[in-house]
């Protein structure tokens, strides 16, 4: 339950955050307000030797997620997304953070496999190893299929992850309320919406049938994709707790000793990744969210393999064209039109004035542009153009933000693999190839073949929507009185009641 007996939990959470040195520097990237500092300090410092200790030779962001558990590194790892709202160098610490946990036995994941998929590990695998990798949510085993001999990768939830992760993201829950009561300022970055979107993340990740379903997705969108290839999803032997897929052999893109010695073009390999990631996102609006590279690898064959599709990313047509447009206008140094679509999707208030946006666009773009080709950024242009859009108004966009971080990550690998790669010279003919199929006159008669479809379908019911709609707007009801702010005023009353229970008990003990 949401409610003020999370206060405990967050209690532990402030005293560690407090004990590692992690609040005060998190306060300090988020430029807090005062009042919501001094809340904060005062109430985590009486109770820093609840705290845990975490790593030392770790930076404070991610030694203190670290200690806290697993919930709390998957939210450190979502939140590294969002540097809008944790700030710039707290997001690259969380971008570090080490997912390797303690694995748990052998037996006990033997014993998941054969109660999800009903039948004995013995039975369906002739061989089932140790395992690999351990990490927040679960961990993986190479396994062979006693059926085929094909070998596979078995992917086990933690036991009783479920429990731990919803009890945690309630309290994150009653956190992100506290923090908008303390602190109006911060509504703006919406700390309740981000918390829904890690949910959103979690709560998939949790069930490994959703995790599939993403796989076999993305599997359909990209099958045509020269150059890259997904391990097949194993339909038979997976199920909520346990997803099985192809065994995917090949180099780690980080490991380019590897990737010279086997003989593969790495200036071709960091190019289509970095087009590969552009058409999935503008083409599909269906992209790999999570493109490090740990997840990425080099096929014996040359073809580039993605794997671990728990964070997937979805933008909406509408959206994608305006991307699109975005980039394209950058490309071209418009910024006028960039300034235009701006305006147009609704991204910056209308009471804006459009020249004076556009200026602050060239200032953006102009010195990128000025750098050598090899040093231009496409990662760079898209953090600075977030900075402007804020100084003009825009409301944080969490789509156009995970897309953001992705393309960071994206390039960071390109640049990997070839420090001297012209991004926008690669990301050019993709980009170009967009605007003229969704974007011209061929496109415009498509929306509107559309449209016609969707009116064919509503036609019927057109007429009584009409006159609906007039009806209501002559008989206007009473406005309910809004039940939000009685539950704001009883949720701090709460807040303060138990705050003072809390502090007049840790006094006693003393």
């Known amino acids: 339950m949401r409610g003020p007996h999370n206060i405990l939990r967050l209690i532990r959470t402030g005293a560690t955050l407090e004990r590692t040195g992690a609040m005060g520097f998190i306060l300090d990237e ?3 307000p005062n009042a919501l500092r001094v809340v904060l300090r005062t109430l985590a410092w009486p109770f820093r030797w609840l705290g845990e200790e975490g790593d030392p030779n770790m930076p404070p962001a991610p030694r203190a997620l670290n200690a806290l558990g697993p919930a709390y590194i998957k939210f450190g790892q979502i939140l590294s997304t969002r540097p809008d709202v944790v700030g710039a160098e707290v997001a690259v610490q969380l971008r570090v953070l080490q997912d390797k946990l303690p694995p748990f036995p052998i037996e006990t994941a033997k014993k998941m496999v054969h109660e999800e998929l009903g039948q004995p590990v013995e039975e369906i695998y002739s061989e089932f190893s140790e395992p ?7 961990q993986v085993h190479k396994a062979r299929l006693s059926e085929t001999g ?6 086990v939830l933690r036991p009783n992850v479920e429990r731990a992760f919803r009890r945690d993201i309630d309290a994150f829950y009653f956190a992100a309320k506290v923090i908008e009561l303390l602190s109006p300022s911060s509504r703006r970055l919406r700390p309740t919406d981000v918390v829904a979107h890690f949910e959103g993340v979690v709560m998939g990740e949790l069930d490994l049938r959703l995790e599939s379903s ?3 997705e993305f599997a359909d969108n990209t099958k045509n994709d020269a150059g890259f290839t997904l391990p097949q999803v194993k339909w038979a032997y997976s199920g909520r707790r346990v997803m099985t897929m192809g065994w995917a052999e090949g180099v780690s893109l980080g490991d380019t000793a590897a990737i010279d010695a086997a003989g593969h073009d790495r ?3 960091g190019a289509r990744v970095l087009q590969l990631f552009l058409n999935h996102a503008l083409r599909d609006g269906y992209f790999h969210a999570d493109m490090h590279h740990g997840n990425l690898k080099v096929a014996p064959n040359g073809d580039i393999i993605a794997y671990d599709f728990g964070i997937m990313g979805h933008i909406d047509e509408y959206t994608r064209r305006v991307y699109a447009e975005i980039l394209y206008g950058f490309i071209r140094k418009d910024y006028r039109r960039v300034a235009e679509v701006h305006f147009e999707a609704g991204y910056v208030p209308a009471d804006r004035e459009v ?3 556009a200026r602050a666009l060239r200032a953006v773009g102009e010195p990128i542009f000025g750098m050598d080709a090899t040093r231009i950024s496409m990662a760079k242009l898209l953090a600075y153009l977030f900075e402007v859009t804020e100084r003009f108004g825009m409301e944080t966009r969490t789509e156009l933000i995970l897309l953001q971080r992705t393309m960071v ?4 690998v390109a640049r990997s693999l070839d420090p001297h790669i012209n991004i926008w010279e690669v990301a050019r003919p993709v980009v170009e190839d967009y605007i003229k199929t969704n974007l011209g006159p061929k496109a415009a008669a498509r929306d509107l073949l559309r449209t016609a479809k969707v009116l064919g379908r509503f036609g019927p019911r057109l007429p009584g929507l009409v006159e609906a709609m007039l009806v209501a707007q002559s008989n206007p009801r009473p406005v309910p ?4 702010r009685v539950w704001d005023i009883l949720l701090g009353g709460a807040l303060g009641t138990c705050t003072v229970v809390a502090i007049w008990a840790a006094t006693s003990i003393h």
Request: proline share 3%; glycine share 4%.
């Open 132 to 138: 690999l990798a351990a990490a927040s949510i679960a």
């Open 355 to 357: 020249e004076e946006f």
């Open 481 to 484: 009185t809004p039940r939000k």
């Open 150 to 155: 094909e070998e596979v990768a078995v992917k």
């Open 267 to 269: 200036h071709a390999l």
């Open 214 to 216: 993403a796989a076999s």
């Open 30 to 32: 988020m430029n807090a």
């Open 409 to 412: 990550v994206v390039e960071g």
